[in-house]
């Protein structure tokens, strides 16, 4: 069982360029999301979906796109690359929190460290 | 919208000792769940405790648990016996489970382990 793959582990952009980082889960889960962590700033939620053709914006979104058409990816999309970019991605997902009592807990990636330079 | 503080940006306890890890979030909605997640320096996010907010009683994993304060929107870790292995970056996270499902986190904590 693979879990959450996330690649690549490391890129290097320059300003301006685009790319997008892959997030696949084997899980069946509905909830998916992406977060930058920072120092000192902790995990921020970028974008979020809730299922297939479902998406929401986090805490910052801007420079960020995702689109979910299957329940098992979630790509997140850097359109031009800024070196405020800079930083580790995670993507992580769970069953959904909506009408369940469950308490399903997130499951990680193991993170892309992306410098823009 | 939602918000989680934790107000201690680094710890440090004594092996062997009890330590407190402080979270406090902010919030309109009554169903919610909340989360401690850890961080060694592997990178690599592990879970450690969960609590469902409608449940009164405190949720405890072997030497951790937690002091859920539903009132005051508290959700403190307690860890005892520390050992080395807990050197960690500690994130307290919240769920909404009334709307938009989405988790947010604090901004950590740095424990370490003083041997």
């Known amino acids: 069982n693979a879990g959450v793959t996330q690649t690549p582990k490391f890129q290097v952009l320059k300003t301006g360029q685009s790319m997008t980082l892959q997030c696949a889960q084997d899980?069946?889960?509905?909830?998916m999301s992406w977060y930058r962590q920072d120092p000192g700033m902790g995990l921020r939620l970028i974008h979020y979906?809730?299922?297939?053709?479902?998406?929401d914006q986090g805490e910052v979104p801007n420079g960020y796109n995702v689109s979910r058409s299957t329940t098992e990816d979630f790509p997140l999309r850097l359109l031009s690359a800024a070196p405020s970019q800079t930083s580790v991605y995670f993507c992580a997902s769970s069953y959904s929190a909506l009408g369940s009592s469950y308490n399903s807990p997130l499951h990680f990636g193991n993170g892309t460290r992306l410098t823009v330079t | 919208a939602q918000t989680v503080t934790q107000s201690q940006p680094e710890m440090s306890v004594q092996e062997a000792e009890t330590v407190t890890l402080s979270c406090t979030y902010d919030t309109s909605e009554s169903d919610y769940y909340l989360f401690w997640y850890k961080q060694p320096p592997s990178r690599q996010m592990i879970l450690v405790i969960r609590?469902?907010?409608?449940?009164?009683q405190n949720a405890t994993e072997n030497r951790f648990s937690v002091n859920f304060q539903k009132a005051a929107k508290s959700f403190s870790l307690k860890i005892s016996d520390s050992q080395l292995g807990d050197a960690a970056m500690y994130f307290c996270?919240?769920?909404?489970?009334?709307?938009?499902?989405?988790?947010?986190f604090g901004k950590g904590t740095r424990l370490h382990i003083l041997p």
């Open positions: 899980m069946n889960h509905e909830y």
């Open positions: 996270a919240y769920r909404s489970a009334d709307r938009d499902d989405k988790i947010i």
């Open positions: 609590q469902e907010a409608y449940k009164q």
């Open positions: 979906s809730v299922g297939a053709g479902i998406t």
